[in-house]
């Protein structure tokens, strides 16, 4: 077997915690106790134990099938050129939308510091997309290794921040456990997909592993098992520490910090904040290159603007400047990238029933993309943005099909000579 690739297995796990870790875990304690209080640990189990499944199912896929379209890739092999182009477009164009919502979490923690509001958020936004951006122009050699060094320093504080919190732990604020009723739970996890989003991004990046056949599942282990823990831990303590004030708190790792240590512990949440933010974009970043680049190569997406990862970032990071300029409210602008990437968890399970063979690896995929449709459902009207956005895409192949098919035979056969995704799976596989 040649090995390519640049990315290490501890480099990988890194980016998948990084990924998947990211803003969740500054920003969704709160949001989701806001509308399941207590109950809303439940959602947090729930999404834990199906992250799980998702991230084998997209594990599995990528070793299989490492190619830098990651999902869409996938999805081309087992539906065809179209849904693979839907699933593609939904994350592509997310990535831009989503990177301002995150780095506004971000901002919330420097603006908790340093005051400014809104301009305040703005400015944090640019710094970590100039960081981020600079970062990955240099490759994955330079970003997956600074990536390694955050995951391994937030881990620590994270463990920190709660070890230090749980002794002011108090079981009387479980109660009332449900105080908008059982519906909330779902409205929690609703709102925590976005915590748990990221499985799909590094699976762009798995043709970049050293061995993706034996490195892929052993990242992607690791990564679940670390953001696990730590997701739970960290929300587990905040409504233990916090109780009901944690519904409210625009920082409650902050206010957690504050709790177990004392002193100027803002400074240093704000600090810790803009690094998880920065490991978050940097995954999302990483994978929407090498996909912008994949997509262009199956006829996808036009190939001028984006057919390199460097232009390809160019672009993600140009939509994410003017995304940031848009008036749409953080809650609303979570829901419509969670949409769009819960539609491409369903067609990637979809495609992975049909894809991975008989064991253990397909009743995860079935049961990640039955609890997937869940998740869609649950979005509610913000999913709509992603059936347009998967509209516009096959509208987009099947008009450049048309076109191809009246172009005269030289022509057509001039702009057929794209290589094509690795659709030859590694043998030996689970």
């Known amino acids: 077997m040649i090995i390519t690739g640049t990315l290490s297995r501890a480099q990988g796990t890194a980016l998948c915690v990084g990924a998947v870790l990211g803003t969740g875990v500054i920003s969704m304690p709160a949001l989701a106790a806001q ?19 998702l991230a084998w199912t997209f594990a599995a896929l990528g070793a299989r099938y490492p190619d830098g379209g990651g999902v869409s890739t996938y999805v081309r092999i087992a539906f065809g050129p179209r849904a693979a182009a839907a699933v593609g477009w939904c994350f592509y164009f997310a990535v831009p939308l989503g990177a301002p919502a995150a780095a506004a979490f971000a901002g919330g923690y420097v603006a908790d510091v ?16 100039a960081v ?21 320093a937030l881990a620590t504080l994270l463990v920190v921040a709660v070890v230090a919190a749980l002794p002011h732990a108090r079981l009387a604020n479980l109660t009332p456990f449900a105080p908008h009723g059982w519906a909330g739970v779902g409205a929690a996890a609703a709102i925590l997909v976005w915590g748990f989003a990221g499985w799909e991004a590094v699976s762009s990046l798995s043709g970049e592993y050293r061995d993706p056949r034996r490195d892929v599942p052993r990242a992607t282990a690791a990564a679940v098992a670390i953001v696990g823990v730590l997701y739970l ?4 303590a905040s409504v233990l520490v916090l109780g009901p004030a944690v519904a409210t708190s625009p920082a409650p790792l902050a206010d957690l910090l504050a709790v177990g240590l004392g002193g100027p512990v803002r400074v240093i949440t ?19 290159s090498r996909l912008g680049v994949a997509l262009a190569r199956d006829g996808a997406l036009p190939a001028g603007p984006v057919r390199t990862p460097r232009r390809s970032l160019a672009v993600v990071t140009a939509g994410s400047l003017v995304s940031v300029t848009l008036p749409i409210g953080l809650h609303t602008a979570m829901l419509l990238v969670t949409g769009c990437f819960t539609l491409v968890y369903v067609l990637g399970t979809a495609a992975a029933l ?12 079935g049961l990640a993309f039955a609890a997937t449709l869940g998740l869609l459902a649950l979005t509610g009207p913000p999913a709509l943005l992603s059936l347009i956005v998967a509209a516009g895409a096959v509208a987009y192949v099947s008009r450049r099909s048309t076109s191809e098919k009246t172009a005269s035979p030289s022509s ?4 057929s000579i794209a290589p094509k995704p690795n659709t030859n799976p590694v043998e030996s596989l689970p």
Request: aromatic letters at 8%; proline letters at 4%.
């Open 35 to 53: 509308v399941a209080g207590p109950a809303s640990l439940l959602a947090w189990l729930a999404l834990v134990l199906l992250s799980a499944p």
């Open 354 to 365: 049909k894809l991975l063979p008989p064991g253990w690896s397909r009743r995860g995929a």
């Open 132 to 152: 981020v951006a600079t970062m990955n122009w240099f490759g994955l050699r330079i970003s997956g290794r600074v990536q390694l060094y955050l995951a391994a």
């Open 270 to 288: 704000a600090a810790v904040a803009v690094l998880l933010t920065i490991g978050a974009v940097n995954a999302y970043l990483a994978g929407a």
């Open 114 to 129: 340093l005051g400014g509001g809104r301009t305040t958020v703005v400015a944090t936004f640019l710094v970590i997309v």
């Open 233 to 236: 831990a960290v929300a587990a």
């Open 412 to 415: 057509s056969n001039a702009g």
